[in-house]
């Protein structure tokens, strides 16, 4: 395992579509564990495979440190409501947005062993996958982001929420 560098917006490997995942191979399973441990010491709350360089339809998510999602090939199938909220991302460090989500999202998505799952979130959790299913399609949230983009004084971090 090993942490991988995560590119910054300017790059344009994060304004790339990625491709669907098609078998799990020894390099996808290396590349999942990397980005987990990535997220992990960014103390990020999400991470897309194109943030390290790599254009395949991967996503890890975890909002509370200890319960990893791991999304292949995620589609959002259900979105309700909405809320208001400031996010950032591990790509555009020190800077954060306010961006409208949905206030909850279900997807589905195959997991690490290729089966069928869903995931179903709502606050953070709901932002956190529009903001990584977003990266898959070559979207940053500055494209969102309602009003100023603020630079803020924390260190790297994915998402915040209010
Ligand atoms: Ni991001």
Same mark, same amino acid.
């Given at each position: 395992m090993a942490i991988r560098n995560i590119r910054e917006i300017g790059d &344009? +490997?994060?304004n790339k579509t990625c491709k669907e995942v098609t078998e799990m191979? !020894?390099?996808?399973?290396?590349?999942i564990q990397d980005m987990l441990e990535t997220m992990y010491e960014a103390n990020g709350v999400g991470l897309a495979a194109p943030q390290v360089g790599i254009l395949k339809r991967i996503v890890v998510i975890d909002c509370t440190g200890d319960d990893p999602h791991i999304l292949i090939n995620p589609c959002i199938v259900e979105t309700s409501g &909405?809320? +208001?909220g400031q996010e950032g991302c591990l790509s555009v460090p020190g800077k954060s947005g306010q961006v409208t989500? !949905?206030?909850y999202v279900k997807c589905v998505a195959?997991? &690490?062993k290729m089966k069928p799952i869903e995931l179903e979130g709502t606050e953070l959790l709901a932002r956190a996958i529009c903001h990584e299913l977003d990266h898959l399609d070559g979207?940053?949230?500055v494209e969102k982001v309602e009003g100023e983009l603020q630079t803020v004084q924390m260190g790297e971090f994915e998402e915040i929420d209010d």
């Open positions: &344009e +490997v994060l191979t !020894p390099r996808i399973r290396d590349l &909405e809320q +208001v989500r !949905p206030a195959l997991n &690490e979207h940053l949230y």
